[in-house]
């Protein structure tokens, strides 16, 4: 059974341009949601989807943008890049059916830098 | 709003020694709390979980946490540490909604020999 993957692992690019990240969630999930992770600091929630919408977001500019995929993957749009952008970004999926349980299966991340 | 407030960003033992991770949070509603390990270049692996069922959770690797309503904590422990422990442990508080996690700050924890 395949967990939770994102591509690609590592991403260099330079301010001011666009970047795209993409996960694929694990089987049988339909939740996917993406946290920023800045070095020395806990993960932060960017946003949700569910059902191809965004079902909620957190404290992060409309540069952060997001899609879903009928077959459940997603990607992380981030326009503008900022040196401030710099992180691990993870990708985390869930079954909405288990929302009592709140469990999220997180991807290995991927690593970007922003020079 | 919810937050979470992990004490001490390093805690460093020997093997073979007590485990003691601290974590308080803050919730306007009962939570549901989660401890996760991360390894150097990995993503997230959760060790356990309260979902108001039992106030004393057992994890993985030999990991238990207890849930106390009065302190605000979930504290992590393990009564002997081992070389492989070694890692970043974050706590994570989610309400009962959308299972959006808000995470604390994080330990490392740094097992001797």
């Known amino acids: 059974d395949a967990g939770v993957t994102q591509s690609p692992t590592h991403l260099i690019k330079t301010r001011g341009q666009q970047v795209t990240l993409r996960c694929s969630p694990k089987s049988g999930h339909d939740t996917v949601s993406w946290y920023q992770q800045a070095l020395g600091q806990g993960p932060q929630f960017i946003f949700q989807y569910y059902e191809e919408e965004e079902r909620q977001r957190g404290n992060f500019p409309d540069r952060f943008s997001g899609h879903q995929f009928p077959n459940y993957s997603s990607e992380l749009n981030v326009n503008a890049l900022l040196l401030g952008d710099s992180a691990l970004y993870l990708c985390?999926?869930?079954?909405?059916?288990?929302?009592?349980?709140?469990?999220?299966?997180f991807g290995p991340g991927t690593r970007l830098t922003v020079l | 709003a919810q937050s979470v407030t992990q004490l001490g960003s390093h805690v460093s033992v020997s093997e073979g020694a007590l485990v003691l991770l601290r974590c308080n949070y803050s919730?306007?509603?009962?939570?549901?709390l989660f401890w996760y390990v991360q390894y150097p270049n990995q993503g997230l692996q959760l060790l356990l979980k309260?979902?108001?069922?039992?106030?004393l959770v057992k994890g993985i690797n030999g990991f238990e946490a207890e849930f106390k309503k009065s302190e605000t904590s979930f504290h992590l422990t393990k009564p002997s540490a081992h070389m492989s422990d070694a890692a970043e442990y974050f706590c994570?508080?989610?309400?009962?909604?959308?299972?959006?996690?808000?995470f604390g700050k994080g330990t490392m924890l740094l097992v001797s020999p």
């Open positions: 994570a508080v989610s309400d009962k909604g959308y299972s959006t996690l808000t």
């Open positions: 919730s306007s509603v009962p939570p549901y």
């Open positions: 985390a999926s869930s079954l909405a059916g288990l929302v009592s349980y709140n469990e999220q299966f």
């Open positions: 309260y979902t108001s069922a039992a106030t």
